[in-house]
């Protein structure tokens, strides 16, 4: 179903995929167009607990390409340093892939925008993110990602330097 990752040495483990998805906080949606064009898009998010939350207006593009084709890519850059005397990059991302559910049930989409206001203002009350949250509801949508795949991959240089560590 998903290919093996050809340079295993460089393969993350679930741990260090889970600290990126974690630690950062946006990536690229792709999503396959209903007239065969790919389509990419550049969100924030929150992970939690093996799904990947994204926040949205009710109505554009990328829903109507969910609404016909749920399965998507999802794509976190945590490193890319050009080293130029070198030709390369020190890079680590991950990609995730999963099916894509918009929720539509109240109280899923409310647990889901806390999660993620909660992520984006963690220092603000509880009270001015609910405030914020009810501000935005009516046009809000909530999107989540379950994550049946993932992988992440690091260049051949940052795994010799972990292991002279």
Not at 37 to 42: E, F, I, L, S, T
Not at 95 to 106: A, N, V
Not at 108 to 128: C, F, M, S, V, W
Not at 134 to 151: F, G, K, N, Y
Request: with cysteine.
């Amino acid at each position: 179903m998903f290919r093996e990752m050809r340079r295993k040495r460089q393969a993350l483990s679930s741990t260090e995929i889970i600290r990126i998805l974690q630690r950062r906080t946006s990536g690229v949606l792709a999503l396959s167009g209903s007239d065969g064009w790919p389509y990419a898009v550049p969100l924030s998010f929150v992970y939690d607990e093996g799904k990947i939350y994204f926040h949205c207006a009710g109505s554009g593009h990328k829903l109507d390409i969910i609404r016909q084709n749920s399965r998507a890519s999802f794509c976190v850059i945590d490193q890319d340093q050009i080293v130029p005397e070198e030709y390369t990059t020190l890079f680590r991302s991950v990609i995730l892939f999963g099916q894509i559910r918009i929720l539509e049930d109240p109280q899923e989409k409310r647990a889901a925008i806390e999660i993620l206001a909660a992520r984006y203002a963690p220092k603000d009350t509880g009270q001015n993110r609910t405030r914020a949250i009810d501000r935005e509801w009516e046009p809000l949508c909530m999107l989540e990602m379950q994550i049946a795949h993932m992988s992440g991959k690091e260049a051949i240089e940052l795994v010799k330097a972990k292991s002279f560590r």
